[in-house]
């Protein structure tokens, strides 16, 4: 079979860019949840309400995963992301344009639910799909990097959600707020996802694809191909993923709700906090990314699983403080790892099937695992604050996860390609 050519920077550089759509959205739910919760649930259980419908909406993360990675493991990585970003486009449009629970009652809530479970079914192609894609189109000694591009512009989603939810929190009256300035970020979203599938559509097809399809090596089942034949490297693919979703989803997406309600920030205070947790995570992702190219994913993932044993749970010491620099050393600590483990992860969960299969192994591996340990642990960390009485619950709950998957990475085989 013939070596496939890297792709140039152009593509490469829009498949990563791309990313921060996904990103933007999905964090911008839970940097405006407090709000949300206001205008489309009632009762004093609203908030929780809000987090399980973020729950519920990423369970369907695995099975959009698994659909747009059967579409990509036979028709091209390119087709799956034109597609999934149209889908996310008009996802966003309509949650902009949606009427409360003062308009039209509990109906509104439902509605809402609904579209961010359209949002994780269209999120569950696109992430596997450009990681893939950067994967297949670098450099083979360059491949910890660029895909790390994946974790740094999501993250660029993150801090421009983060950004807009604080500027239309602490800019707006609350009058003006729950009357249509909560839809303004939603909509930019909007322009925002339609103006990148526009300038996808010129982005070349992976050639790591294009090369097994000229030489007919695709398989007809992607999906069940994967379970056959690569088990071992789906289910290592899941336990890296499970350290990186929690690290992430709770150290960086939760932290503005466990600020507001555990740490008796305001809702403004709170996401200038989380904006400069978003710009520590895109400082150190590119770094760690060069670092996995230069000693390997394991040792990285390795040392990325005991800093997360040991730190969370300071860190949470340092945020129940609640003063501004503890705060700021807490929310930083927490968000560098997560970022690191989301550089290395992104490149060693790929790297676990081949790319024949790559898709739908990520589908079954990787976006399982953000399923259970991105969506599910906000809603788990809130109630387990409120039942518990401890601010540090959420950092014993990342802990816990670190030690249970060492051992996994202790004896994950490396796959970082030899310099020729």
């Avoid at 670098?138 to 950004?163: D, N, Q, Y």
Wanted: aromatic letters at 8%; glycine letters at 10%; hydrophobic letters at 55%.
């Amino acid at each position: 079979m013939t070596a496939s050519k890297p792709l140039d920077r152009r593509s490469l550089t829009l498949a990563a860019l791309s990313t921060v759509v996904e990103w933007y959205d999905f964090t911008l739910f839970l940097y405006l949840a407090t709000v949300l919760a206001r205008l489309f649930f009632v009762g004093q259980n609203a908030m929780l309400t809000t987090l399980a419908g973020f729950a519920v909406a990423y369970l369907m993360r695995p099975l959009g995963a698994m659909v747009f990675g059967h579409l990509g493991d036979r028709h091209g990585r390119r087709t799956t992301l034109l597609v999934s970003m149209a889908l996310m486009t008009v996802a966003m449009l309509l949650s902009g344009l949606l009427p409360t629970v003062a308009q039209i009652g509990p109906a509104a809530g439902i509605l809402l639910l609904l579209l961010r479970c359209v949002m994780g079914f269209a999120v569950g192609g696109e992430y596997n799909g450009v990681v893939a894609y950067l994967l297949e189109g670098a450099a083979p000694h360059r491949r910890g990097f660029v895909t790390s591009m994946a974790a740094a512009t999501s993250e660029i989603g993150g801090l421009l959600a983060a950004g807009v939810s604080a500027l239309t929190v602490s800019l707006l009256p609350a009058p003006a707020l729950e009357s249509w300035g909560w839809r303004l970020p939603f909509l930019f979203g909007a322009v925002l996802a339609g103006t990148i599938l526009l300038a996808r559509a010129a982005m070349r097809e992976s050639p790591e694809f294009e090369v097994h399809r000229a030489a007919g090596t695709l398989v007809s089942r992607p999906l069940g191909h994967a379970v056959s034949r690569y088990r071992s490297g789906v289910a290592r693919g899941f336990a890296i993923s499970a350290l990186g979703s929690i690290t992430y989803y709770i150290g960086i997406t939760y932290l503005p709700i466990h600020l507001v309600s555990a740490g008796g920030l305001s809702e403004a205070d709170a996401l200038q906090l989380a904006t400069v947790a978003a710009v520590a995570v895109i400082v150190v992702t590119p770094f760690i990314g060069l670092l996995a190219d230069r000693f390997g994913r394991r040792p990285m993932l390795v040392v990325l699983a005991i800093l997360s044993a040991a730190l969370p749970y300071a860190a949470f010491r340092l945020l129940a403080e609640a003063g501004a620099f503890s705060s700021l050393i807490g929310a930083v600590v927490l968000a560098a790892l997560a970022g690191g483990v989301s550089a290395v992860g992104a490149v060693a969960t790929a790297e676990q099937v081949p790319a024949e299969g790559r898709l739908s192994g990520l589908a079954l591996g990787a976006t399982t695992a953000t399923a259970l340990f991105g969506g599910l642990t906000p809603w788990l960390a809130q109630v387990l604050t409120e039942w518990t009485g401890s601010t540090t619950a959420p950092g014993i709950m990342i802990a816990l996860v670190s030690l249970a998957v060492l051992p996994v990475l202790l004896t994950l085989p490396e796959t970082r390609p030899l310099r020729s």
